[in-house]
Nanobody, 124 residues
C-alpha cells in the first residue's frame, strides 16, 4: 500500500524540464530522509537523488548530476525533484520513498515507505 504520492510526471522533449513532487498525508514528511528512484522498462530500480530530513545533505546519481536538483519544503511537507536538460534515457517510472535514516548511497533497499510512481517520458 503506497504511503507517498508522486506528481508532476508527463511527456517532455529532450532538453526540456519537469518538476516532480512527493507528498503524503500519512505522516510528517519533514522527519524523514527522502529518495527519488526511477525504473526504466526492463531495468532495475535505481537511485536518482536522496535528501536528508533537514535538507542539509543531498546525493545524486552521476547520470543526473548538474541536471537534476532535489529540494524540500518542510513547511509544506513536500519534496521536489527539478529535472532539467532531460534526455531520452531519463524515461521511466519515478518513485519517491521515505525512511528515518539518510541513505548516502541512495539505495532502494534503504527505504521503507514508497509511492506508486509517476511516469516520465522524454521523447521528441
Amino acid at each position: 500500500q503506497a504511503q507517498l504520492v508522486e506528481s508532476g510526471g508527463g511527456l517532455a522533449q529532450p532538453g526540456g524540464s519537469l518538476r516532480l513532487s512527493c507528498a503524503t498525508s500519512e505522516f510528517t514528511l519533514g522527519y524523514y530522509a527522502i529518495g527519488w528512484f526511477r525504473q526504466a522498462p526492463g531495468k532495475e530500480r535505481e537511485g536518482v537523488s536522496c535528501i536528508s530530513s533537514t535538507g542539509s545533505s543531498t546525493v545524486y546519481a552521476d547520470s543526473v548530476k548538474g541536471r537534476f536538483t532535489i529540494s524540500r519544503d518542510n513547511a509544506n511537507d513536500t519534496v521536489y525533484l527539478q529535472m532539467n536538460s532531460l534526455k531520452p534515457e531519463d524515461t521511466g517510472v519515478y518513485y519517491c520513498a521515505a525512511d528515518l535514516w539518510m541513505s548516502y548511497k541512495c539505495t532502494p533497499t534503504d527505504f521503507s515507505s514508497w509511492g506508486q510512481g509517476t511516469h516520465v517520458t522524454v521523447s521528441s
